[in-house]
């Protein structure tokens, strides 16, 4: 194994042609426990903790960008929590103090698990990916960025450099179930954006299918009914059906974490509370 | 760094380390314990669950099993040794021994440098917010009953020395 630690996306875009096969390394929380346990030996390691730009973060009226290695400590509060409270409420969900000092946006869209906290919600904020590579930048939407469990359209020349996210006026939330309120994995997900600006509503599902879902069905069924340009009415009734049809578009498995039946009426529970957490 | 059998240099509680005939893959955690003879972070999970070899990095509190060791070249790391001069306990050191909050003791070390951490940001948290400061900190032996009691003694003792 080589370890190699630029300090610039330059550096690192030129040590990943000369080593193709690398594993880019972010905070560590992944490639470390796969190490440590003797389950990968990756032949070169690049690690990215040392490249500033990647930790940067900006809030403009055209959108708001957030470096890939920026970690999720940064974004429980300050700026960013305001900017896009959906990011906040997953970042503080993710592990616990010293994983959130570590972990990063870029790790989770790295390792791709449908379990991760932090893409459903970059699912439902419509958020792109932005990879760099020795040919230039290519943008791509979440939605073709993720393919399966643990599987992703980046190019192995290509390092994810930071997400962009365009500007939302409206509620948005994340919430999880767990084993237990601190320091673990989801069972199931939800990410809810009311964006007043598309008078539209996006959900994302984590941890329920091979890659996030978008329970569009969902998404189509409220906007027939609703003015979603305007605060969502406090109809009970209206979210019961709407959380039925978001949890329709799950497609969860029994693992050794929960069962499918679980996890489906989860996603219910959640869908309904997060509906009407956002008519209030 | 590319030799699988490496040479670098750590920057450990202010003074710089060498770090020699080790594997280039191993983690922060083993290189402070079996490279360098700091044997106050501890091993447990080794994948980020218990919190029991929480170092600081560049100031951050992280778990050191989850960072490779050769990847911290040129980072400043403060083990819970470097916490205060050899032989003289912190006042949170001091705090958790008049409390009881060290009963095997295992989980001490981590816990230590996750409160001074949390007393570095933020002096006078609410207990909440301490329970979520030492939430990544696992231990099994006291209930944190005695770990909350010797935070809030210490915060109060900060205080009265600050006014």
Request: neutral net charge; contains cysteine; hydrophobic residues 40%.
């Given at each position: 194994?080589?370890?190699?630690?630029?300090?610039?996306?330059?550096?690192?875009?030129?040590?990943?042609?000369?080593?193709?096969?690398?594993?880019?390394?972010?905070?560590?929380?992944?490639?470390?426990?796969?190490?440590?346990?003797?389950?990968?030996?990756?032949?070169?390691v690049?690690?990215?903790?040392?490249?500033?730009?990647?930790?940067?973060?900006?809030i403009?009226?055209?959108?708001?960008?957030?470096?890939?290695?920026?970690?999720?400590?940064?974004?429980?509060?300050?700026?960013?929590?305001?900017?896009?409270?959906?990011?906040?409420?997953?970042?503080?969900?993710?592990?616990?103090?010293?994983?959130?000092?570590?972990?990063?946006?870029?790790?989770?869209?790295?390792?791709?698990?449908?379990?991760?906290?932090?893409?459903?919600?970059?699912?439902?904020?419509?958020?792109s990916?932005?990879?760099?590579?020795?040919?230039?930048t290519?943008?791509?939407?979440?939605?073709?960025?993720?393919?399966?469990?643990?599987?992703?359209?980046?190019?192995?020349?290509?390092?994810?450099?930071?997400?962009?996210?365009?500007?939302?006026?409206?509620?948005?939330?994340?919430?999880?179930?767990?084993?237990?309120?601190?320091?673990?994995?989801?069972?199931?997900?939800?990410?809810?954006?009311?964006?007043?600006?598309?008078?539209?509503?996006?959900?994302?599902?984590?941890?329920?299918?091979?890659?996030?879902?978008?329970?569009?069905?969902?998404?189509?069924?409220?906007?027939?009914?609703?003015?979603?340009?305007?605060?969502?009415?406090?109809?009970?009734?209206l979210?019961?059906?709407f959380?039925?049809?978001?949890?329709?578009?799950?497609?969860?498995?029994?693992?050794?974490?929960?069962?499918?039946?679980?996890?489906?009426?989860?996603?219910?529970?959640?869908?309904?509370?997060?509906?009407?957490?956002?008519?209030? | 760094?590319?030799?699988?059998?490496?040479?670098?240099?750590?920057?450990?509680?202010?003074?710089?380390?060498?770090?020699?005939?080790?594997?280039?893959?191993?983690?922060?955690?083993?290189?402070?314990?079996?490279?360098?003879?700091?044997?106050?972070?501890?091993?447990?999970?080794?994948?980020?669950?218990?919190?029991?070899?929480?170092?600081?990095?560049?100031?951050?509190?992280?778990?050191?099993?989850?960072?490779?060791?050769?990847?911290?070249?040129?980072?400043?790391?403060?083990?819970?040794?470097?916490?205060?001069?050899?032989?003289?306990?912190?006042?949170?050191?001091?705090?958790?021994?008049?409390h009881?909050?060290?009963?095997?003791?295992?989980?001490?070390?981590?816990?230590?440098v996750?409160?001074?951490?949390?007393?570095?940001?933020?002096?006078?948290?609410?207990?909440?917010?301490?329970k979520?400061?030492?939430?990544?900190?696992?231990?099994?032996?006291?209930?944190?009953?005695?770990?909350?009691?010797?935070?809030?003694?210490?915060?109060?003792?900060?205080?009265?020395?600050?006014?």
């Amino acid at each position: 194994m080589s370890v190699h630690v630029p300090t610039s996306l330059d550096e690192a875009i030129q040590l990943l042609v000369a080593n193709p096969t690398a594993r880019l390394l972010s905070g560590g929380t992944d490639t470390m426990v796969e190490v440590n346990f003797n389950r990968t030996k990756p032949e070169a390691v690049i690690a990215l903790r040392r490249i500033p730009s990647l930790r940067e973060y900006s809030i403009g009226p055209d959108g708001i960008v957030i470096g890939a290695g920026v970690p999720y400590a940064s974004m429980e509060t300050g700026p960013l929590a305001e900017a896009l409270p959906a990011v906040a409420a997953a970042a503080r969900t993710v592990g616990s103090p010293q994983i959130r000092a570590a972990g990063t946006l870029g790790g989770n869209l790295g390792t791709c698990s449908p379990a991760g906290d932090g893409l459903p919600v970059l699912s439902a904020l419509n958020a792109s990916i932005n990879l760099r590579s020795p040919r230039g930048t290519r943008t791509v939407p979440f939605a073709e960025f993720m393919t399966g469990v643990k599987r992703n359209s980046r190019a192995t020349d290509e390092i994810i450099e930071s997400v962009s996210v365009a500007p939302t006026t409206g509620f948005q939330d994340y919430a999880k179930v767990g084993v237990r309120n601190a320091m673990v994995i989801s069972v199931a997900s939800v990410c809810f954006v009311h964006d007043r600006n598309t008078s539209s509503v996006r959900v994302a599902l984590g941890a329920v299918g091979p890659t996030i879902i978008r329970a569009r069905e969902a998404e189509d069924w409220l906007a027939g009914r609703v003015d979603a340009s305007k605060q969502l009415p406090s109809d009970g009734a209206l979210a019961t059906e709407f959380a039925r049809l978001v949890a329709s578009a799950a497609r969860p498995i029994d693992d050794h974490r929960s069962t499918a039946a679980y996890r489906r009426h989860a996603i219910e529970v959640l869908a309904r509370r997060l509906y009407l957490r956002s008519t209030t | 760094m590319t030799d699988t059998t490496s040479f670098y240099e750590l920057t450990v509680n202010g003074s710089r380390r060498e770090v020699r005939d080790s594997w280039i893959g191993e983690s922060l955690l083993y290189v402070l314990r079996e490279r360098l003879g700091l044997m106050g972070s501890k091993g447990a999970c080794e994948q980020g669950e218990c919190g029991s070899c929480t170092v600081l990095l560049d100031g951050d509190a992280v778990c050191s099993c989850l960072v490779l060791s050769a990847s911290a070249v040129g980072s400043n790391i403060v083990t819970v040794e470097g916490l205060a001069p050899n032989g003289e306990p912190s006042d949170v050191q001091r705090a958790f021994v008049d409390h009881g909050a060290v009963q095997c003791g295992f989980c001490t070390p981590g816990l230590i440098v996750a409160v001074h951490h949390l007393l570095e940001h933020n002096p006078d948290p609410s207990m909440i917010e301490v329970k979520e400061a030492l939430s990544g900190n696992i231990c099994r032996c006291t209930g944190y009953g005695r770990i909350f009691a010797a935070v809030e003694t210490v915060v109060a003792v900060r205080k009265g020395a600050g006014s």
